[in-house]
């Protein structure tokens, strides 16, 4: 009974009821616009072609699909935990609005460096696939300190060109320095009429 008096009190005046509908169909129609624009469904995947739909990920893409790694690991078994599936799902919400965020708001970095949550998903993965290498007895039999060497330190401290290359930022690389696949369906932006002209006058 109190549910139907509180539902009931939500409901706008009898007046304001057909603005109030037509603005939640407009919020509703804008959100799901946004979300294909945004190609919101590709983040819940795997797939690395996801994390360069915002072109500032360009030079971490490339320098990745040059890479070693590039056979064996894809962007989230680096970058996001892989402890178990809520923590990993957790990880990619908060790290995509707070990307989404910066990339709106124009504030992305030249050269991007991962946050403190970031570097201990990735240095943990680093450990989690690499554990042998690590933790190998034979080098720890007869090299001082080995284990605590390669665990008090993140991996990249002595491992820099892996995968991405010592320099990642917009200026290394270039922003299209080979086609990405995410930008392979770009339509033209030159209009027809022009194409038309061009072509009829050997241009």
């Not at 970095?109 to 998903?121: C, K, W, Y």
Request: charged residues 25%; aromatic residues 6%.
């Amino acid at each position: 009974m109190g549910l139907r008096k509180s539902i009931k009190k939500m409901k706008p005046p009898r007046p304001w009821r057909n603005a109030v509908l037509i603005l939640m169909g407009m919020i509703v129609g804008l959100s799901l616009y946004l979300a294909h624009v945004a190609n919101v469904t590709s983040y819940l995947t795997d797939d690395p072609k996801a994390c360069v739909n915002c072109h500032v990920m360009t030079p971490q893409f490339i320098t990745w699909n040059h890479s070693s790694h590039r056979e064996v690991a894809t962007c989230n078994d680096c970058h996001v935990p892989q402890d178990n599936v809520f923590k990993k799902y957790l990880f990619k919400a908060k790290d995509g609005l707070y990307h989404a965020t910066i990339f709106t708001l124009r504030a992305e970095p030249q050269a991007i460096v991962m946050h403190e949550a970031g570097q201990e998903a990735v240095q943990g993965n680093c450990i989690r696939c690499h554990g042998d290498q690590v933790t190998d007895p034979k080098s720890m039999s007869w090299i001082d300190s080995h284990e605590a060497s390669r665990t008090d330190r993140t991996c990249w401290d002595c491992h820099r060109e892996i995968p991405h290359g010592r320099i990642r930022s917009l200026t290394s690389v270039g922003l299209r320095l080979e086609p990405l696949p995410v930008h392979e369906q770009e339509k033209s932006k030159t209009p027809g009429w022009m194409k038309t002209k061009k072509e009829t006058n050997n241009y």
